[in-house]
């Protein structure tokens, strides 16, 4: 069939291991193209010009970005083992979640783990909020998905491997196995899948390559207090 | 049905979207001041217009809805067939609600270094907006949606032809310039006169006069003592 399919990605970024994720869950063959996003190749500036980042997947020579268009275009594109349900209002409350989970979530415990003093408090108090609304929709669901995993879980995924590096470095609880049992259960399901499994950063490049992000917020907000 | 504000650049959105494809709904006047139990059971988590209600289902978020839209009703269809022409919409849609509509947002209810800072960011978002439509657009594609009919790209960025004026004035600030984006102003000029578009324009001043209390509320002004 002549299909060329090549996926722009750097090591660590989570976005664009939802890309990979969906890939290896539908079983397309790609070829994984590693960015080193400090020093950005002519090739990723030439398919996204407008934001310069990563994932970008290109199919048969066509460039794609931002990865809830890529994952909307795979799952139109690759019929099988569909990631968005059927049911027109089944996709509306899975779009509507993700929209979530990346502007209320992830935006929350990013906070929590990169600010200090109150700032963080609030984060931490915002990200309780928003958490305590995706407990109540896991509704004794295994995924989101359903019984396999689906567009919600590759866009919550990163919450399965970030948020106990963040709590490491840190020292702070984010996600309580006891506030958030169906939460908790979900990241160890998640994780455990074998596609995700074999699909992940190494935990401790992960903690060094965070912990010096949290270094440097820490060194630039104390400097420009003074 | 359709809960909305009558200000509302998201709720509008929706309605071109019913409107372009003939779909008959009653809309339901909000009151930001004094939600209805409708709203707050309908969209618990944002308490937000624009929602719509089908078979009393509720579906809140403006994209969402509209997507939701066009897979239910399939006439007039307002993103594209095919999936690379899907994404690239989306694309932008994404494009203009992370860059230019959160942007003139966050200008209206800022001041000083904090505004000119957004003013900044928008300025740049709006000359990628015109270099896609001098990239897109000439005499027979008079807009986004391809032909002279418009779509996704068109609807989400629609709010810009009544609400960008309104916010310039009310946030004191210039981003429109007509010299510098000839084809974004040509689309605007257009799309203000597509027959179902052109009769939901609220009027400038009373527009003008609903944000200046926005923004005076947001920054803690007061207007008279």
Known sequence: MGEEVKLF??????????????????????????????????????????HKKVPILVHNGRPIAESFVILEYIDETWKQVPLL???PYERAMARFWAKFCDD?????????????????????????????????????????????????????????????IFEEIVGLKIVDERKFPLLYSWMQDFAEAPIIRDNCPPRDKMIVKFKALLDAAIASSSSSSK | MLLGFWFSPFVKRVEWALKFKGIEYDYVEEDLTNKSTLLLTSNPIHKKVPVLLHNGKPIAESLVIIEYIDETWKRNPILPQDPYERAMARFWANFIEQKVTKSTKEALVSQGEQQEKKVKELKEAMDVVEGEAKAKLNDKTLFFGGGNGVGYVDIVLGWTCNWMETIEEVGGFKVLDPESQPQFHKWMANFREVPFIKPTMEPKEKLVEFFRMLRQDRLGLVANK
């Not at chain 1, 969906?22 to 010009?49: R, T, W």
Request: zero cysteines; proline letters at 4%; hydrophobic letters at 45%.
């Open chain 1, 9 to 50: 990605r750097s090591w660590s970024s989570p976005f664009a291991l939802r890309i990979v994720w969906a890939l290896e869950i539908k079983g397309i063959e790609y070829e994984a193209v590693f960015e080193d996003l400090s020093n950005k190749s002519p090739l990723l500036l030439q398919y996204n010009p407008v």
């Open chain 1, 104 to 164: 209320k979530v992830l935006t929350s415990i990013w906070s929590a783990f990169i600010k200090q003093g109150k700032e963080q408090e609030e984060a931490l108090v915002a990200a309780a909020e928003n958490l305590k609304f995706l407990e109540k929709e896991m509704k004794g669901k295994k995924f989101f998905g359903g019984e396999r995993i689906g567009y919600v879980d590759i866009v919550l995924g990163w919450l399965a491997n970030l948020v106990s």
């Open chain 1, 85 to 87: 349900p059927e049911d």
